[in-house]
Every structure is written in structure tokens, then in C-alpha cells.
Nanobody
Framework: QMQLVESGGGSVQAGGSLRLSCAAS????????MGWYRQAPGQERESVAL???????NYADSVKGRFTISRDNAKNMVYLQMKGVKREDTAVYLC???????????WGRGTQVTVSS
């Protein structure tokens, strides 16, 4: 079992920056693809960013050039650096871990990000 705990959310003005952190415990993340999803009220959960266990990253078109995902396997941590935030980035951001070979997926409970104009 793996536990994921997000932190770093909060309120930020449009154009500002925020850094989300995801702390993993129970398992080492080095075997897992790690990523961030977000869910806004009344909307479906959407993928924001993914970083594979081989350190390849992918982003949703809506955040490309503004968000950066990174991982620190030694610390068992994943980060999402958010810059130039927009009101439409307001959502609960959830960290996840996926091991496709073993068909294991774990989710955190999320951290709220609210962007005001």
C-alpha cells in the first residue's frame, strides 16, 4: 500500500505562482509513474501532468508552459510548480501513483487551489 499526501494548496491571485507537493509513504515511488489530476466543482477529473518512472513528463494543453512536474525519488516526493495561474486553474489537485506492470494505482485526497482575479 502507498499513501499520498498533498500539500501546498491555497489561495493565489491570477498570474501568481504556487508549488504543490506530494509526499509518498509505504512504497518507494521509483517504480511508479506519478502525476497530478485536478477536479473543479461540477466538472470531470482531468489529467494535469504526468512524470514517468523514466523521468519523461507530459502535460495537459491547458497548462503547458506554465506548470512543471518533477520528482525526487530519494525523498519520495513529487512536485507541481504552477506559474502564471489562471482562474480556470481553480480546482482540487490530486496526486496519483501508477504502476502499470503491477496494475496498482494510488490516490491522495487532494489539496485545494483557488485562483482569484
Amino acid at each position: 500500500q502507498m499513501q499520498l499526501v498533498e500539500s501546498g494548496g491555497g489561495s493565489v491571485q491570477a498570474g501568481g505562482s504556487l508549488r504543490l507537493s506530494c509526499a509518498a509513504s509505504g512504497r518507494l515511488i521509483n517504480r511508479f509513474d506519478m502525476g497530478w489530476y485536478r477536479q473543479a466543482p461540477g466538472q470531470e477529473r482531468e489529467s494535469v501532468a504526468l512524470i514517468t518512472r523514466d523521468d519523461t513528463s507530459n502535460y495537459a494543453d491547458s497548462v503547458k508552459g506554465r506548470f512543471t512536474i518533477s520528482r525526487d525519488n530519494a525523498k519520495n516526493m513529487v512536485y507541481l510548480q504552477m506559474k502564471g495561474v489562471k482562474r480556470e486553474d481553480t480546482a482540487v489537485y490530486l496526486c496519483y501513483a501508477r504502476d502499470a506492470f503491477r496494475d496498482e494505482t494510488y490516490w491522495g485526497r487532494g489539496t485545494q487551489v483557488t485562483v482569484s482575479s
